[in-house]
């Protein structure tokens, strides 16, 4: 009995030294400073825009992770614009990197091609804690023939957009909230045709009208695709793939945008606006924007502290489908680089960071007494309690943070939208498994298909979408002889050849 006694002690101790993250590679034990021996320097790239205030932001967390870990990271943001065509700079050249933030998509054009490390075996010998935050069956989403290119966020976000509005306006004119297409659109008429000062959506309306009409029609956006106009028809039908310019819905669809925007709903040159409906509203010339449930809640914060007196609104479009989902494990994540020399001690490195609260609350929110501070349940204050907003720049760095998430360790604002826990608990009793957006597609033999689809999606649907064509037959006509020409055929093909072997592979009915 107390061989026994003895060996689950050491093998409890050992457990716990791996989830401090501490063991170097080729060690069998750890410093008692938590320290890694030698010195390194972690390369991280991201998509997105770096804050003002980031670098300062870094210089103290460095200076933190190396007290702790011996390590700091580098981090290098690369904007919204560019950054896709810097990672394929990056993977391609095999620059040295250790980390890189992937989406759906990014996971998929590069998960099969030799350009990330399988961390298979590494993610649960390097970060055994954040390993077992996982249910069984969620990193199978993350597979690719067996083998594991990320290390996922571990966060649970509901996928569906929803309309964000301003309803201040709609009290006004003596109008409800909204609750339908109908009555999203009596809302929007009465805000064309009387505000004078803001549109209905000022910007790009694109995304959200899209939104809008996958919503409508029951349509459902593959994961991991590169190609949004092929999609799932229905989710009662998944076998079902379509490139949706060539349904009756679409057409429909289309001369009800030719309708709004005669109506003056968005901008004739909305196309090239360098303003979006996130930033619009949120200065005063917007009606409305789109979001997920968590981009509604911060739009709340956004909306009280840069429009003072307006009162919002928030509409799910998972009223129009009847269910809902989360997102993915794939949704955001890190990538090892098949490049990366320091392969364990970036994975050991980020265990520290996922299960240490000092560590994680400064990568995420900043510095505390300045960024941030707390309230006593743990809530955030931004920025810190005594701070004058105007001297504070902020600190964000995007996909780096995305990633980084773990929803045991994310904190909520203090004053957060009271209707926020209501919305999550109905999205909840409505929720019903994700059946597509795992799915990671290879788009090897049709690179040349695929790039010259997008182009004509570009050029040739974006104003379709938009209503601002003069004859909408015709220019659905012109669309699709165009998507032919580029060889939608052989994509939608590959595509529905993809889905099937996904389903059966995964028991997907």
């Known amino acids: 009995m107390k061989r026994v006694l003895v060996g689950m002690l050491v ?7 791996f989830a401090n993250g501490n063991i170097e590679e080729g060690t069998t034990a750890p410093s008692s400073e938590n320290h890694f021996e030698e010195y390194v320097e972690l390369i991280m790239y991201s998509s997105g825009s770096s804050g003002k205030d980031t670098a300062k932001v870094m210089a103290k967390f460095n200076e933190l992770l190396k007290e702790k870990c011996n390590t700091t990271i580098n981090v290098t943001c690369l904007g919204w614009n560019n950054y896709k065509n810097q990672y394929q700079l990056i993977l391609t050249t095999g620059e040295p990197a250790d980390l890189m933030y992937v989406n759906p998509n990014l996971h998929s054009l590069y998960a099969a091609n030799g350009a990330f ?3 298979m075996d590494l993610f649960g010998k390097c970060m055994p804690t954040v390993f077992g ?9 993350a597979t690719v023939d067996g083998k594991l290119y990320m290390i996922p966020s571990y966060e649970s976000n509901f996928a569906q957009n929803g309309i964000f509005y301003r309803l201040d306006l709609a009290r006004k004119y003596g109008l409800g909230e909204i609750t339908s297409l109908e009555s999203f659109e009596t ?10 000062g803001l549109r209905v959506i000022d910007g790009n309306p ?3 009208l899209f939104q809008l009409f996958k919503a409508s029609n029951g349509f459902e956006a593959i994961a991991g695709s590169n190609s949004l106009i092929i999609m799932v028809k229905n989710y009662d039908d998944i076998h079902d793939i379509i490139a949706y310019p060539f349904t009756d819905e679409y057409v429909e669809w289309a001369k009800r945008m030719k309708q709004w925007a005669g109506k003056g709903y968005w901008s004739s040159n909305a196309l090239s606006s360098t303003m979006d409906p996130w ?5 005063g010339t917007s009606a409305i924007t789109q979001a997920n449930a968590d981009g509604a809640k911060n739009m709340m914060s956004y909306m009280a502290a840069k429009l003072p007196g307006s009162e919002c609104a928030y509409w799910s479009l998972a009223n129009l489908t009847g269910y809902s989902y989360v997102n993915p494990v794939t949704e955001n994540g890190y990538a090892v680089p098949a490049s990366s020399p320091n392969a364990e001690r970036a994975l050991r490195v980020l265990e520290v960071i996922k299960t240490d609260p000092e560590l994680f609350d400064l990568w995420m929110y900043g510095i505390k007494g300045l960024h941030f501070s ?3 349940d743990g809530k955030l204050i931004k920025p810190a309690v005594g701070v004058d907003p105007s001297t504070v720049n902020n600190h964000s760095m995007s996909g780096a943070q995305y990633a980084m998430r773990v929803k045991n360790l994310m904190r909520n604002e203090a004053g957060v939208w009271k209707g926020y826990e209501g919305l999550i608990d109905w999205l909840s009793s409505i929720e019903t ?5 795992a799915v990671s597609l290879d788009y090897s033999n049709v690179q040349a298909e695929l790039a010259a689809v997008n182009q004509v999606v570009q050029q040739y649907g974006y104003p379709i979408n938009i209503g601002i064509v003069d004859n909408v037959d015709a220019a659905i006509a012109e669309y699709r002889k165009q998507l032919k020409v580029a060889g939608i055929d052989r994509l939608l093909e590959v595509v529905a050849q993809q889905m099937e072997a996904y389903y059966k592979k995964n028991g997907i009915n």
């Open 11 to 17: 093998l409890c101790c050992a457990l716990a030294v």
């Open 117 to 119: 490390t399988d961390l």
């Open 133 to 141: 935050y996982f249910k069984e069956g969620q990193l199978a989403q």
């Open 187 to 196: 809302y929007a008429d009465t805000i064309a045709a009387n505000e004078k």
């Open 206 to 208: 694109e995304q959200t």
């Open 279 to 283: 930033s619009s509203i949120q200065v």
């Open 374 to 376: 707390l309230t006593e």
């Open 433 to 437: 498994l994700n059946k597509f957006g």
